[in-house]
């Protein structure tokens, strides 16, 4: 290539030079852009690197096959269970006694719908748990059966006080519309280690989410990164039923023409690996179908799974469900799963209701999820994150309300490599801003892309005249929550 | 952090770190020289040089009382190699007695120094390994010197430690390398440990407390614990002990005497050059092209400058890297030169040739001579000068060719002469049945019907340039044309139906952009003018419509404008987001440029300051998109409008923050492309001659300073759309980078061609249907799309044969329709909105969501072009295949293929709808024939015409039967309910969609 190191432009990171270096001194490690011949990307960072694994020498055909990472992982998955509208952090996790003990002050306060209420308690009740004596609400009573197993972020922040900026910015880094999502990024790095399943799937709910489809986009890194919906019931992924009056062997006998004819044609054209490419993409299509439908076939699940998950009561049957398909998916080997909360926790008025009925519906799944993976031993390849787009205000709005507050909330991580029972950062005394240990949206991505084994800043793809990185030209690996 | 990846980055800081280490050309082991004189002798205890080893001895080279010589327990695991003493493996380098020299010097001062040139194995062992100890086992110890993986660590037993001379003093993690280090501790009577690598001071540490505790009877060891338990890797130059405490000065002093002798520089080097060499004919273009990177303005990698005399003098982080008239030992040389295999600079490019490093070694040698004032503070200026895009347009004379029969157009002539020069010989021209297929599809993106295919052929026969002629001519007429070629500039405008955002509301009126734009195409609109209405119609032509549309361009990014009542940051960050999408899109689109990065800061690569962005911008901050209405009628569209005839105020932000005002700004262009008339001449003059009272005239002068070829920017705008036109016909650009222009972008592959075909273009009008009826006419277009690669070009760059391209979704989608004869060719008009399975419908909150109920009708099989993009909601079918998202200016697709797309080839209802659609076409153009063969036959022979312009080779034809027999018959055998009639339309709809999943479906031959 003409342009052998076309690096972006960052020029107001710090550590471009180690950055630029490491490049250079670890190209052996570097082969981690893909190099897929049948996008016809550019991908110039592939080109550059030395470093390839084995399903790049001659024809990749598949941009999903699985990659060599930076580092050695100790994540293989990753499990988002993304709580959308934002919960409050004060009432789930992180309790104020001077948010208490000023309940109904006035202060001078800046919010995203204006008009502004007094200081406002949390109407739950709060009880420490497991050995490290971790506060949660008395909502979340199964969930806090875990918390020794949680590292806490108490001390996000980010830019936008929309949720729809809000959720792309946490999704993709940016909060505008167009990059690639967290779950785009890992596949793009790692590929994806069940070839019939998609690598990143994303668990949807039923009324949509805000920001749509942007939110698990591949931006401008190849189309074959993007999140796939996949639904629980009926067609788990788009077109994965045949069309109607055509049966299983109708298809075969299809393909098998489609295969001989394509042969025929390529006879003429040997040397273009795209051809061969596309034939065996009608193959793996076939085969998705299968897999993917299998996937949601939950009839071999033992009673005892069921209950683990509430997947036989009303309020927990959908996202037990859920849980319970992320739990396949990644012991299938699937990369990247984001399972999105039902509803909203978007909580402008009524916050006591509105948190109450969002736990009820998680709190038994997600009991379940983390049990059943630790039984499984899948807690020792899989990364569980807990969160949403940003939190909450400390003050009132409406009818016991709270507006939404990017400049201090939470996540909590579990799994592979991170140190249980550890908490890190802090909001102000009472839950307003990020103060002790800032964490940013970038930081968060680094740590995820870290413990898959890969570099944040050795992640790049380049598009429109520089390169581009999940992490911009920030990020910091939260290093005190990792084991 | 794990273990693993912290070794490793600190690694790489290390390298960064040592990159540009300081080095002095003088050598330790000429001692003959003279050079040992200069490292510091009072005090000096022990000394070992390991200029020579035998018999298991490492001899004491002090010259002070007694020597304390080493014996080597395992000589095998050492080598000696090139003058350095390189431990392999573990060994115990040890006194055979207790080292009482060193000791009771250093008790009757309670100072002592220890110094090593060293290079470690890695930055993985630990223990501390110990690199030079007085002690007995792990746990007793006067004094150690020692690696814990990424840090030394100086254990010093003291009244005031334990027996083992915990608390250690270390340095920081990341100060051990791989590379050559001097290593210096040394404590002084105060108590004060200090550590040094390569003459730096980087630790001080107070400490107290006397060294009477010292036990006299330990034995000196390196490489290891003289217990052997604690081994320390890598090799060993120099190993001094001073019964005192050395000052920095002297610290510095003994670091440039120098590292040990090693290697004959000069021998390793090519000789220098024997000419006098000239710093910037022949220094500073090396300069240029290879360090300036990373080593000039403010990128200083290892604090290094090669743009600036006196900064390159001062050297970097760790000291000079010149050594004075001495070539062969500067380490600048040595980097260049490759000589350490560590680090080569420049590190993963091609590097300096023989020749270079001649000059350089001879440059130095001759006094490194740097002339007052040509200094080059900024080469993005200076390369931005001599940046082929950002010339003028300058004459290029059509090559000689030997071949010259072969080349139809004067574009032939250009890539045949680059063929001749590597000795490739060109394809054979494509049948005339390939050929009307691909310029169908290149031109109109709809494939030729049987007639037209055998009507060309016949004429073809003729006269085949003429039946060309004729086709092309048809094509560029036909308002297909348009919906295809425009199809490819909407991509750039990143045009679609709605707002994006949350609420994601539909755009009713942002087809009339859409419009414009394929109305352009088909009245081949100069393309100067396609710009100028497109930045500014409204400003030249207030009451044409078209005009008035054409500033769509500016509005057709996503963009949702906030409520008043949302807070002020929120709404700022969204204005701010909505007029950098214009500009970024005016900079890619328009000139290759990429703008957007100098929101933050001037450009990285190109010499465009923060200034100009802000500049450019400020003209787009005195409007808005808005409905604005069409002449005397109640219709609107979608478009920018100034807000009154007053420009607003506008500031240049610190690094993008619109809270931070730097300082105001007016009208202003990019600067490396705005020669001898100024932005306010333009705008004297877009305000004099618009007709256009309420706006501010400042798009308009953007506008002509962009499509001014003698003063603006028009050499490279028409460049970039020539080269868009090049790629959209091939494939691929002459310069692959479509939207980066500068400095770092692609070279393109046939300069001269492009220069020409600019140059061409701009004589002509900028018409592009001209251009274009050049390129499909052209011998190179017309080539056959196999033939065997050579060696020489395996890519396919020099076109030596025709691109097999896989058709868009759009095509793709088009064709579908249109051979199975249900193509809607209404041109025009509002969008149309096609079922999209409720699955696919995932947002919430939409202020216009999406139908989930629509009724497939013809209103609905209109060109793909029509179909409404819906930004959160896109069309799947051609999501799938690379259809952009149109949230940023688009330049080139992707090409994937992936499993999806067979998965809508196979299921998606549109596709088997559409295919048995062609199987009813097929069906009833057999009716006529009774026999069922005969008819089968009909059938595959017609859908082989229709869908791949040919006839079925016998091959096929025996297959393709075969299988509408089986269908047949398995669905005979399944379905016993239906039909005759039916059965046959499914086997044969089946059929019909295996045609669509081809390979020769999808790929313009």
Sequence with gaps: MPNSHRAHCGRYESMLSRRRWLQRAGGGLGGLALGHLLSNSQSHGSEKQPGRSGAEDGVNLNPLSPRVSHFPAKVKSIIWLFMEGAPSSVDMFDPKPELTKRDGQRISIDVFNGSPGPLMKSPFQFQQYGESGAWVCDRYANVAKHVDDFAFIKSLHSDSNDHVPALYQINTGIARPGFPAAGAWVTYGLGSENQNLPGFVVLGNNQGIKGGPLNWHAGFLPAAHQGTLFRAEGSPILNLVRPAKVEQRDQRNQLDLLGRLNELHREMHPDESELLGRIQSFELAYRMQSEAASQIDFSQETQQTRDMYGLDQQETKSYGSKCLLARRLVESGVRFVQVYSDGEWDAHSDLAGNHTGHCRATDIPIDGLLTDLKQRGLMESTLVIWGGEFGRMPVSQGNGGRDHNPQGFMAWMAGAGIKGGTSFGETDEIGYKAVVDPVTVHDLHATMLHLLGMDHERLTYFHNGREYRLTDVAGNVLTPLLS | ?1005
């Design chain 2, 1 to 1005: 952090m794990t273990s693993m990846l912290r070794i490793f980055l600190i690694a790489c800081c290390l390298l960064a770190i040592h990159g540009m280490q300081a080095f002095t050309g003088m050598v330790w082991g000429q001692s003959e020289s003279g050079n040992a004189e200069s490292r510091v002798q009072d005090s000096l205890v022990s000394l070992y040089t390991f200029e020579q080893f035998e018999n298991g001895v490492v001899l004491d080279r002090s010259g002070v009382g007694e020597p304390l010589n080493l014996r080597v327990d395992k000589p095998q695991n050492v080598q000696f190699r090139d003058g350095r003493f390189v431990v392999q493996a573990s060994v115990i380098i040890a006194s055979d007695g207790p080292a009482k020299k060193i000791i009771s010097a250093i008790k009757s001062t309670h100072e002592l120094t220890i110094e090593a040139w060293l290079k470690p194995l890695d930055n993985r062992q630990t223990g501390p390994a110990r690199i030079v100890s007085i002690s007995a086992d792990p746990s007793q110890r006067n004094v150690t010197l020692g690696q814990d993986k990424q840090h030394f660590d100086l254990r010093l037993r003291t009244e005031s430690t334990d027996g083992n001379g915990q608390p250690s003093t270390g340095t920081l993690d990341g100060t051990v390398n791989t590379l050559l280090t001097h290593v210096v501790c040394t404590r002084s009577i105060s108590g004060e440990t200090r550590f040094y690598i390569d003459g730096r001071l980087l630790v001080t540490k107070a400490g107290s407390g006397s060294l009477n505790n010292w036990d006299d009877g330990f034995r000196l060891s390196l490489a290891n614990e003289v217990s052997g338990d604690r081994p320390w890797l890598g090799e060993l130059s120099l190993v001094a002990i001073y019964g005192r405490s050395l000052t920095s000065d002297e610290v510095l002093q003994n670091f440039h005497a120098g590292k040990p002798a090693t290697k004959d520089y000069a021998k390793l080097l090519p000789a220098a050059a024997e000419h006098e060499v000239d710093f910037v004919r022949h220094i500073q273009p090396l300069f240029q092209k290879h360090c300036f990177e990373c080593h000039s303005a403010d990128s200083e990698d290892g604090g290094v400058n090669l743009g600036i005399r006196q900064r390159a003098m001062q050297g970097g982080d760790h000291g000079p890297i010149f050594v004075a008239n001495d070539g062969a030992n500067s380490r600048l040389v040595h980097l260049a030169a490759g000589l350490d295999k560590d680090l080569v600079m420049p590190p993963d490019s091609e590097g300096l040739s023989d020749e270079d490093i001649a000059l350089l070694r001879a440059w130095i040698d001759q006094g490194a001579k740097w002339p007052e004032g040509v200094d080059i503070a900024d080469p993005r200026e200076e390369q931005a000068k001599t940046h082929w895009a950002f010339q003028p347009l300058h004459a290029v004379e059509v090559p000689v060719v030997h071949n010259a029969g072969w080349c139809k157009t004067d574009i032939d002539a250009f890539l045949l002469a680059r063929l001749e020069q590597e000795g490739i010989a060109p394809q054979s021209s494509a049948s005339a049945r390939q050929l009307i297929r691909r310029i169908s599809l290149d031109l109109v993106g709809l494939p030729p019907t049987p007639e037209e295919v055998t009507a060309f052929c016949e004429s073809a026969d003729q006269d085949v340039s003429a039946a060309i002629d004729s086709l092309v001519d048809r094509l560029l007429d036909s308002r297909q044309y348009g919906e295809r070629w425009g199809r490819h500039w909407l991509d750039v405008a990143r045009y679609a139906d709605s707002d994006g955002q949350e609420s994601d509301r539909d755009r009713n009126t942002a087809y009339r952009y859409r419009d414009f734009v394929i109305r352009a195409f088909n009245e081949d609109m100069p393309y100067d003018e396609f710009v100028r209405w497109q930045l500014a119609g409204d400003e030249y032509e207030p009451n044409n419509p078209q005009a008035v549309s054409a500033t769509g361009f500016l509005a057709a990014g996503p963009f949702a404008a906030l409520p008043d009542r949302l807070m002020e940051d929120e709404r700022l960050r969204n204005r701010f987001n909505e007029l950098d999408d214009m500009l970024s899109t005016v900079g890619t689109g328009l000139l290759g440029l990429t703008l957007g990065c100098v929101r933050c800061h001037d450009h990285k690569y190109d010499a465009i300051p923060a200034r100009d962005y802000y500049s450019l911008l400020s003209a787009f901050q005195s409007g808005q998109r808005e409905e604005v209405p069409l002449g005397n009628t109640q219709e609107t569209v979608l478009a920018y409008r100034d807000f009154g005839p007053t420009p607003q105020p506008a500031w240049l932000f610190q690094r993008g923050n619109y809270y931070d005002r730097d300082q105001p700004v007016t009208l202003g262009f990019v600067s490396i492309l705005t020669n001898g008339k100024s932005p306010q001449a333009y705008w004297a003059e877009a305000h004099e001659q618009s007709p256009l009272q309420n706006s501010t005239h400042q798009r308009r002068a953007i506008a002509e300073w962009m499509t001014d070829c003698e003063h603006g920017a028009g050499a490279l705008l028409a460049r970039v759309i020539v080269n868009r036109l090049w790629q959209h016909h091939f494939g691929e650009g002459l310069v692959r980078t479509v939207g980066d222009f500068g400095v770092r972008s692609d070279a393109p592959t046939h300069p001269e061609l492009l220069e020409w075909l600019a140059n061409d273009f701009v004589a002509h009008g900028w018409q592009m249907k001209r251009l274009q009826r050049m390129i499909v006419t052209s011998a190179v277009f017309q080539q056959q799309s196999r033939g065997a690669a050579p060696n020489t070009d395996p890519e396919n760059r020099l076109l030596w044969k025709m691109p097999l391209q896989r058709v868009e979704g759009e095509v793709l989608r088009d064709c579908m329709l249109a051979v199975s004869g249900t193509l809607n060719l209404e041109s025009y008009g509002p969008a149309v909105k096609p079922p999209i399975a409720s699955e696919a419908i995932v947002a919430r909150n939409l202020t216009d969501s999406y139908p989930n109920d629509i009724q497939d009708d013809s209103s609905l099989r209109r060109r793909s072009v029509y179909l409404f993009h819906k930004r959160v909601v896109p069309y799947p079918f051609l999501q799938a295949f690379d259809k952009p998202d149109a949230q940023q200016s688009c330049s080139r697709r992707d090409r994937t293929t992936v499993a999806p797309q067979a998965l809508a080839l196979m299921n998606d209802p549109f596709a088997r709808m559409v295919a048995t659609e062609f199987a009813g076409r097929l069906i009833a153009g057999s009716s006529l024939e009774k026999d069922e063969a005969t008819r089968r036959s009909i059938w595959i022979e017609q859908g082989y015409q229709w869908a791949l312009s040919r006839e079925p080779k016998e091959a096929e034809r025996t297959a393709a039967e075969k299988f509408i027999e089986s269908q047949m018959a398995q669905r005979s055998a399944r379905e016993s309910d239906s039909s005759a009639a039916e059965i046959q339309l499914q086997a044969v709809a089946d059929f019909c969609q295996v045609l669509f999943s081809l390979n020769e479906f999808v790929y313009i031959d």
